[in-house]
C-alpha cells in the first residue's frame, strides 16, 4: 500500500471499526512528517496514520494527544498507549512492526486490547465493492 490511497482499520476481535479514514505513511519522508502539521481537525473519529514500519514514535511538535496502536507482522495488537500527550515519546516495541496513530479515546471507544486481531485494507477499493454489491 501507499501514501497515495486510504486504508480502512478494523478490529476483528472486537467487531469494530478503528479508522476508516487512515493514511499510510510508508515511505521516509511520511514517517518523518507524520501528524506534524495537523490541526485538531484531525482529531475527527475515523482518522488515523498507519506507521509501516515502526516500533515507536514520537510526539514532538504535535499539538494534541494521540492514541497509539502497535501492531505485528500479522496485525495482532502488542502494546497499546492511550492519550500520549504531546512532546512524548512512546514505549519502543521490538516485537511492533508498524503502529497506528489515532485520535484520543479511540482505544477506549472500541475496546481495543492486547492480542486483538485487526484488519487493515484498501478504502477506495472497500469503497468500490460496497457500490457494486
Known amino acids: 500500500m501507499d501514501n497515495g490511497g486510504g486504508v480502512y482499520v478494523y478490529n476483528q476481535t472486537r467487531e469494530a471499526f478503528v479508522a476508516t479514514e487512515a493514511t499510510v505513511a ?16 484531525w482529531l475527527r473519529p475515523g482518522h488515523g496514520l498507519w506507521i509501516v514500519p515502526s516500533h515507536g514514535v514520537h510526539t514532538i511538535g504535535m499539538l494534541f494527544p494521540i492514541d497509539l496502536v502497535f501492531l505485528d507482522q500479522k496485525k495482532r495488537v502488542v502494546h497499546v498507549e492511550e492519550h500520549v500527550r504531546p512532546f512524548a515519546i512512546s514505549k519502543v516495541c521490538l516485537n511492533a512492526s508498524s503502529v497506528l496513530e489515532l ?21 477506495r477499493l472497500a469503497q468500490r465493492l460496497h457500490a457494486a454489491g
Do not use: M, S, W
Not at 510508508?26 to 481537525?41: A, E, F, P, S
Not at 484520543?104 to 481495543?112: A, E, G, N, S, V
Open 26 to 41: 510508508n515511505t521516509y519522508v511520511g514517517r518523518l512528517v507524520g501528524l506534524l502539521g495537523k490541526t485538531k481537525n
Open 103 to 123: 485520535p484520543p479515546y479511540t482505544i477506549f471507544r472500541t475496546r481495543t486490547r492486547i492480542g486483538d486481531q485487526f484488519e487493515i485494507g484498501n478504502l
